[in-house]
């Protein structure tokens, strides 16, 4: 990760590669920041700097032995620590014991989230910490001599979730560490890290990014449009992980949407042998993807219903789905509702339970032709 891959943070870039020219490293520094602000793309590219073996004026030089190796996360004296998922079972005691992990989500979106993460390691309802196992394997590597006689650099993702004795036992370390070692904490909220830490730090604080910054990552990075990025830059108010659900959610939602109206016509005109076809094409979609498509048709039903009884102004829907909903809603009304509900409810039943999903769409397909002649 170079400096110039990083998303804005110029003032804190010039900063950080002033403290190299000048010889000037602090051992401990804090980047502060919020959720999806880019402080851990920024702490990569310090330490690819730092560890650069040509370095350029401004940046890395992104092509020598050392930068390769931290692109690719594995550097041996570029040590990470983060939030884990302690269990015995598994033997997983350590950051180390699930690194190809970290290495995964740090080339899938660097800027992501910790729902990002705990969703990787493979529950996203359980909080990590990093416990005392962690901070006596830190002191471990640490103490040992640089493989590549330079400086050896850590970087700990949310220090906030060490416990306590993590926490004392990593503080006289940190207070006084090995010559040329870095420690670069990368926190989102310091009130939660113990104040001995946190004064032992140079906390460089960085801002919530700008919507236009955000916009442009997403044209860029991501390939969406101009004015689609500027309205998911403004949902996701300066945080790029959020933004990347967004794009995720509305991919989802394209999806869908297109589905139901493609399907509720071949409903509606009878047409057997191309609902065949639909059936094919939607059971190849995959278990969750059908799944959220049959809540996506719930809904669509109850904005029907919602908007007769209603009035529009109840209804949040797109542009695109009013347009079409305005002319599919006197289809659904107080003779199917109830009808269409039950179907829909069952087959999104049977679908968890691993029923066929050919034959189940089929039968939902011939269930609905009847239906949507009721008036």
């Not at 110039?4 to 000037?24: D, F, S």
């Not at 979730?161 to 560490?177: C, Q, T, V, Y």
């Not at 830059?233 to 794009?247: C, M, Q, R, T, W």
């Not at 669509?300 to 789905?321: K, P, S, W």
Request: glycine fraction near 4%; hydrophobic fraction near 40%.
């Amino acid at each position: 990760m170079q400096f110039v891959n990083v998303i804005a943070h110029e003032a804190e870039k010039k900063h950080l590669i002033h403290t190299v020219k000048e010889n000037r490293i602090s051992h401990a520094q804090m980047f502060l920041g919020p959720a999806g602000s880019g402080s851990v793309p920024l702490a990569m590219a310090y330490a690819q700097y730092i560890l650069c073996q040509n370095k350029q004026e401004n940046d890395s030089c992104g092509t020598c032995v050392s930068c390769t190796k931290i692109q690719k996360h594995n550097h041996p004296d570029l040590h990470f620590s983060f939030p884990i998922h302690l269990s015995k079972e598994k033997h997983i005691y350590t950051s180390d014991n699930v690194l190809e992990y970290w290495r995964e989500i740090l080339d899938e979106n660097p800027y992501f989230g910790i729902d990002d993460w705990n969703l990787k390691l493979g529950n996203e309802n359980k909080q990590g910490i990093i416990g005392k196992e962690e901070s006596q394997n830190i002191i471990s590597k640490i103490s040992l001599k640089s493989f590549e006689g330079g400086y050896k650099v850590l970087i700990m993702w949310l220090p906030e979730l060490m416990n306590g004795n993590a926490s004392n036992k990593l503080l006289k370390f940190i207070e006084e560490p090995p010559d040329k070692t870095v420690f670069l904490l990368v926190a989102e909220d310091q009130e939660q890290i113990i104040a001995t830490i946190r004064s032992r730090t140079q906390i460089i604080k960085l801002p919530r990014l700008k919507e236009i910054e955000v916009a442009t990552y997403l044209e860029t990075e991501k390939g969406i449009t101009a004015s689609d990025s500027k309205i998911i830059a403004h949902l996701a108010e300066g945080d790029v992980a959020k933004a990347v659900h967004l794009i995720s959610e509305q991919t989802v939602a394209n999806f869908n949407f297109e589905n139901f109206v493609n399907w509720m016509r071949l409903c509606y005109q009878k047409n057997i042998a191309k609902s065949i076809d639909w059936v094919d094409s939607i059971a190849a979609a995959g278990r969750e993807n059908q799944k959220s498509f049959l809540k996506f048709c719930l809904n669509m039903f109850r904005q029907c219903i919602v908007g007769h009884y209603a009035g529009n102004e109840l209804v949040v829907l797109t542009d695109e789905q009013n347009a079409f909903l305005s002319k599919f809603s006197p289809f659904i009304n107080s003779k199917n509702i109830v009808g269409l509900t039950e179907a829909f409810n069952e087959a999104y039943y049977h679908i968890e339970r691993n029923a066929s999903a050919k034959i189940l769409f089929l039968d939902l397909s011939i269930k609905t032709f009847s239906l949507l002649q009721k008036k």
